[in-house]
């Protein structure tokens, strides 16, 4: 029924928020299972796992990620508090994993600290496929080091995470966009480059010249297309220790299998980066049926074309060897990670669901009748508990027939029927739902029959 508030107009039910989203059922256990299997690897490559809140101070992302990233500047989720203090939903993971770094004096742990954690992340976009207000991320992180072999490792074992959750056809999009020595050379002839074409190019264009030239390189406008495709390139410009670094980076790559492709474009949307920046996106074959001319059908040109097409990325990351310093420390720390997007490996073609490990699939619906033996379910439930045989019940329903038809309906193999006759005889009636064959069994011998059953 629609309620009316108390000035008389219609109220209509609660909704969730625009771009985010409830997780039920069977979508619950595919987040549970991606994490689980993505922590059990990260673990196994040496990672240790991390919370952090998520709301953080509002400066740690206008310092740590940048106040012209679209990130700072169009996409947080502000709040201020009665006290007057600017909060912020986290848009991100490496801010706060820096924060809890520097906070919790990581610096005196064993170096490197390795870091995985998961999430929900939140940036006011434009809710649109792939891309959603909130969404579930997994992270890794490695501070304390600035050598190649970590941006390999980070490297490496997202491909796993990525090939355990079944996907297949990836492709690991890298470059370098250099370090606080040869990037701002590199800059300035980016500047110089794009200011001889400034009448041709978009507002954004524009604007970035002046605020953050190398977001020139992100422009997806069509517009800028042939003016970014003549561009000078980063990894053309870099120091001999970043060019070093770089080279190090692909020859781990080669080592350890993982084709790679430099992309100069590649600069990614977050202030902290230095070096090595990547992305990983699917890529898949798909045949569009065209219209054929009459001219092509008598040709006999008939054959479906195929087109490749590319997903959204799924994961992205990089270097960031200064974050710690816009962050207030005295000494550089460097960093190395990846954010993966949950969503949007769910909505890869070659994605398979990963079941986790907690209970899912109940084998048996308890039915209790009568007063006695409502009173004593859930001591029946405990033996289940601990002989670990997951169930469904509605211990708020009274009728046989109800409650049958509860667990018929939800395709449970076995009802566990305890009746008030049950409940003095202390047995209880297991009924296979299949063959609705009965057998009767004394409670005291309950976990030995639920073993052949399991
Ligand atoms: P990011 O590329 O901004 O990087 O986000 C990581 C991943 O989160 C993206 O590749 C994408 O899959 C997913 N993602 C981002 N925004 C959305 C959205 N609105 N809806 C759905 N999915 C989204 C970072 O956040 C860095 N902290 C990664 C990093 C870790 N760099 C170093 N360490």
Not at 188 to 201: A, D, F, G, N, P
Not at 248 to 260: D, G, K, Q, R
Not at 299 to 326: C, F, H, M, Q
Request: proline share 5%; net charge positive; hydrophobic share 35%.
């Amino acid at each position: 029924m629609t309620k009316k508030n108390p000035s008389g107009a219609k109220k209509e039910p609660p909704t969730t928020v625009k771009g985010m989203q409830d997780v039920i059922g069977e979508e619950y256990y595919a987040y549970s299972g991606f994490f689980e299997k993505a922590s059990e690897v990260a673990m196994y490559y040496g990672f240790r796992p991390i919370e952090t809140p998520i709301l953080e101070k509002e400066e740690l992302f206008t310092s740590g990620v940048g106040l012209d990233t679209d990130i700072v500047e169009k996409e947080m989720y502000t709040l201020k508090t009665k006290g007057g203090d600017h909060l912020v939903m986290r848009p991100e993971g490496t801010a706060p994993i820096m924060r809890a770094y520097l906070e919790h004096g990581m610096q005196s742990w064993s170096q490197p600290v390795m870091l995985y954690y998961k999430g929900p992340f939140f940036r006011h976009e434009n809710p649109q496929k792939g891309r959603s207000r909130e969404f579930q991320s997994f992270g890794l992180e490695i501070l304390g080091t600035q050598k190649s072999i970590a941006d390999a490792t980070i490297i490496h074992t997202t491909m796993i995470i990525l090939k355990e959750a079944g996907l297949q056809n990836l492709v690991l999009n890298i470059n370098s966009v250099g370090d606080k020595e040869c990037r701002p050379k590199y800059v300035r002839e980016l500047v110089s480059y794009y200011k001889k074409h400034i009448s041709e190019l978009c507002v954004d264009c524009k604007r970035r010249i002046k605020e953050n030239p190398l977001r020139l390189l992100d422009c997806k406008n069509p517009k800028c297309q042939d003016i970014k495709a003549g561009a000078p390139s980063s990894v053309t410009h870099l120091c001999d220790e970043c060019r070093s670094h770089f080279k190090e980076v692909l020859e781990y790559l080669e080592a350890l299998n993982i084709p790679y492709r430099i992309n100069n474009n590649l600069v990614r949307g977050l202030d902290y980066y230095s070096r090595t920046v990547f992305e990983i996106t699917e890529e898949t074959v798909e045949t569009v049926e065209e219209e054929i001319s009459e001219e092509k059908k008598k040709e006999g040109k008939e054959e479906p074309k195929e087109i490749v097409a590319t997903s959204l990325a799924l994961g992205g990351g990089g270097r960031y060897d200064y974050l710690a310093r816009n962050l207030g420390s005295k000494k550089d720390i460097p960093g190395i990670g990846v954010g993966l997007g949950v969503e949007r490996i769910f909505m890869t073609q070659g994605y398979k669901r990963q079941d986790p490990r907690i209970i899912k699939h109940p084998k048996v619906y308890f039915i209790q009748l009568g007063t006695h033996a409502k009173m004593r379910s859930l001591n029946i439930i405990e033996i289940l508990r601990n002989a670990r045989v997951p169930l469904m019940q509605s211990l708020a329903k009274d009728s046989l027939g109800s409650q049958l038809a509860s667990a018929e309906k939800l395709k449970i193999p076995y009802a566990m029927i305890f009746g008030e006759k049950e409940s003095i005889d202390d047995t209880v009636i297991i009924r296979d739902m299949n063959t609705r064959s009965q057998d009767t069994v004394k409670i005291v011998d309950l976990p030995k029959f639920l073993k052949t059953i399991k």
